[in-house]
């Protein structure tokens, strides 16, 4: 895998992306791709490969459940790690999401350091 | 080995003369010969003494040796503790410059919270748009899952719900700017901060509601007060207030008023702002 990673960010509320992009530029290397909803996410993925994906589940046209399933059925990103991002806390929530692929699962409010550490995480990058 | 077993292995030299001259000439022959003999022996047990001699000191140089060994191992234990000591000093500092990164970090997750917050809340002149952000900065910013925004009505003497979130506007109370005997439920702390200026905050968190809010923030302009943020219900996973919360309510308390109120009389006075 080369040094520098592709990530999108899909996230239907300006001020959210803006936290995330903002959360996300802390670590080097991350090229960072926006997409406004689900239906704005397929068409960035299939434009690009990317190596994270971080999405909302309430969306307006297609929400980040939906997202998270057309991901899995894709073979270029079938395998792409996913954190999926909601103000729902709920465990049936959780297990949702999970179940459909998910890798991991942050819930609103959002802080930036627990943003950073998961991506790190899926990405196995050390150091700052 | 010992002086007494020295003496022991030189035999005594007797000399025999109980016979006359012959006897004599034969007891010096005898003498001499053992003479020689004794030197022979002394000889030979010198010989064997400087061996033990040179054994001794061997041993000596030896022991010097690994006497001098023995403080170069101490002087390395010496050295072993110090440094341990200096690891152990590192390990704290370690300690104490992670953490303070980490605060670091969360200090800058927050200004940038603020940031970010007054962006949005400046980056439009569209009321709902305005309004939208502000629910949404509550929800993503504190944790709030159910709340209200009052803003003050022509004439000055009630508050009104302009917005809602979780809540429905129809079932929220119009509050009096002035002190009422029998407020409706949950108009008293919006009503509080309104009048007082300052902020509200119920520490029962479970026990708040729509009758109870969790906080009342006061929205002011130029000093003045000229609504209320009220806070219902928070998020699951938000169990209280950090200091955090309280000063993006400071931030939100100086700027949402701004923006509501810019947006009003912009829609006042023009309409709709165009949308690019």
Not at chain 2, 90 to 105: D, I
Request: net charge negative; aromatic share 4%; charged share 25%.
């Amino acid at each position: 895998m080369s040094d520098e990673y592709n990530v999108l960010v899909v996230e239907d509320s300006p001020m959210m992306r803006q936290l995330l992009v903002f959360a996300l530029s802390r670590v080097k290397n991350l090229r960072i791709t926006e997409a406004d909803d689900g239906v704005d996410g397929l068409r960035k993925l299939a434009a690009a490969r990317f190596d994270i994906i971080l999405t909302d589940i309430n969306m307006p046209i297609m929400d980040g459940l939906k997202l998270v399933k057309r991901v899995r059925s894709d073979p270029t990103h079938k395998d792409t790690p996913i954190i999926v991002i909601t103000t729902e806390g709920s465990a049936e929530d959780r297990q949702r999401a999970m179940q459909l692929g998910a890798n991991a699962y942050i819930t609103k409010p959002i802080q930036a350091p627990q943003v950073i550490a998961k991506v790190k995480e899926l990405l196995h990058i050390e150091g700052v | 080995m010992t002086e007494k077993k020295s003496r022991e292995r030189v035999r005594p030299l007797v000399i025999e003369d109980e016979g006359g001259t012959g006897t004599r000439d034969s007891s010096l022959s005898t003498l001499f010969r053992q003479g020689e003999e004794l030197a022979s022996q002394l000889q030979e047990e010198g010989e064997r003494l400087r061996a033990r001699v040179a054994e001794l000191e061997a041993t000596n140089v030896a022991l010097r040796g690994q006497l001098a060994g023995d403080r170069s191992l101490q002087t390395a234990l010496r050295r072993i503790d110090q440094l341990e000591q200096e690891r152990e000093e590192l390990a704290a500092v370690s300690t104490r410059t992670f953490a303070l990164c980490s605060a670091v970090e969360a200090d800058l997750a927050n200004m940038a919270n603020l940031y970010i917050a007054a962006d949005q809340l400046h980056s439009t002149l569209d009321l709902a748009r305005v309004l939208t952000h502000i629910s949404e900065l509550l929800e993503q910013f504190v944790g709030s899952r159910e709340h209200a925004l009052y803003y003050l009505q022509d004439g000055g003497d009630a508050l009104a719900p302009i917005a809602s979130h979780g809540v429905g506007r129809e079932g929220l109370p119009v509050v009096a700017t002035r002190p009422v005997a029998e407020p409706p439920p949950g108009a008293r702390a919006i009503e509080q901060a309104f009048l007082t200026g300052a902020p509200l905050f119920d520490s029962e968190i479970a026990a708040c509601g729509v009758d109870r809010p969790v906080a009342c923030v006061p929205l002011k302009l130029d000093g003045r007060t000229v609504g209320v943020i009220a806070v219902y219900r928070l998020l699951d996973q938000k169990e209280a207030f950090t200091a955090n919360d309280r000063e993006l309510f400071r931030m939100l308390g100086a700027h949402a008023a701004t923006a509501i109120t810019g947006a009003l009389l912009w829609l006042r006075a023009v309409g709709d702002p165009p949308h690019p």
